[in-house]
Nanobody, 124 residues
């Protein structure tokens, strides 16, 4: 079965850095799009970044562009989210997700498989 396991969350100070990992199994890693999402208390789940396997591009939300970088390691079946210049507004539970296709959906509801999430807390 498809499994996605996030790790690497924690408490960091504003301006700090953190690397999140998403270990994947149960699907063709290099053929399916994988996205990072986050959800803060009382807010909608929002897309952070996504790797499209269709055109081998990576997209980012405007709120994190220039600060976050997503990468993919096929040898480890793991994707990463490198987070820099963290702000308190980045505080959220971060999830990775995938679906059966190579492209990145605009709507997170189109992702069929989700990890359990990892908490990122950024202090002022």
């Amino acid at each position: 079965e498809v499994q996605l396991v996030e790790s690497g969350g924690g408490l960091v100070q504003a301006g700090g850095s953190l690397r999140l990992s998403c270990a994947a199994s149960g699907f063709t890693f290099d053929e399916n799009a994988i996205g990072w999402f986050r959800q803060a208390p009382g807010k909608e789940r929002e897309g952070v970044s996504c790797i499209s396997r269709r055109d081998r591009t990576t997209s980012y939300a405007d709120s994190v562009k220039g600060r976050f970088t997503m990468s993919s390691d096929s040898a480890k079946n793991t994707v990463y989210l490198h987070m820099h210049s963290l702000k308190p507004d980045d505080t959220a539970v971060y999830y990775c997700a995938t679906h059966a296709w190579s492209w990145c959906p605009d709507d997170p509801l189109h992702y069929d498989y989700w990890g359990q999430g990892t908490q990122v807390t950024v202090s002022s």
